[in-house]
């Protein structure tokens, strides 16, 4: 059952050529949950097992966590297999599930805008999300290459940027860090 916190809902874009998209939706997510709201997180393209897949297990039932993914790295120069637009169409169909259930007070649709980029899924299918929320429900978009539709829908964007990055320097991503 969710919360009666939540009296409305906006839509929140999480956007830009940095790291910190995943990682702001999920303290949303865990400061939601310091106040009694429940979390929905679908992970568009991530089929990795990441840290906040064992973090968001401690923190049942206030967070669930859903891939929709491989364990491999898809290309923008390679066209999408089919697997992985049925996976992402599966996705986005559970995800909207998750919104419209009534037990979820915030939906975080992770990495969309990036499966939006790889064709995996439509601008209207975004815009669609944003028209017909509930309107006691947030959710938010996180990846890169937000279309500039859903920013024209969205109550509140922010775009990471990248000042100074290590990445640069030749350091991979860390487990606990950046995985």
Avoid: W
């Avoid at 790295?73 to 996705?91: C, R, S, W, Y």
């Avoid at 998750?98 to 037990?103: C, I, P, Q, T, V």
């Amino acid at each position: 059952m969710k919360s009666d916190v939540l009296k409305k809902g906006y839509v929140q874009v999480y956007t830009g050529n940095c790291k910190g998209k995943t990682t702001a939706s999920l303290g949303l997510a865990f400061r939601a949950m310091g106040q009694g709201l429940k979390t929905y997180i679908g992970q568009f393209m991530k089929g990795q097992c990441y840290g906040e897949l064992k973090s968001a297990e401690m923190c049942k039932p206030y967070i669930t966590i859903e891939q929709y993914g491989k364990d491999t790295f898809t290309h923008i120069q390679n066209p999408p297999l089919e697997e992985d637009v049925k996976m992402a169409v599966e996705g986005l169909e559970k995800a909207k599930k998750a919104m419209f259930s009534g037990e979820y007070d915030i939906i975080i649709f992770d990495e969309i805008n990036i499966a939006h980029h790889y064709n995996l899924i439509t601008t209207e299918e975004m815009v669609d999300i944003i028209k017909n929320k509930p309107e006691d429900v947030e959710i938010v978009f996180t990846g890169r290459h937000a279309p500039q539709k859903v920013i024209e829908f969205a109550d509140l964007v922010t775009e990471m940027v990248s000042v100074k990055h290590y990445y640069d320097k030749g350091i991979i991503a860390r487990d606990g860090i950046e995985k």
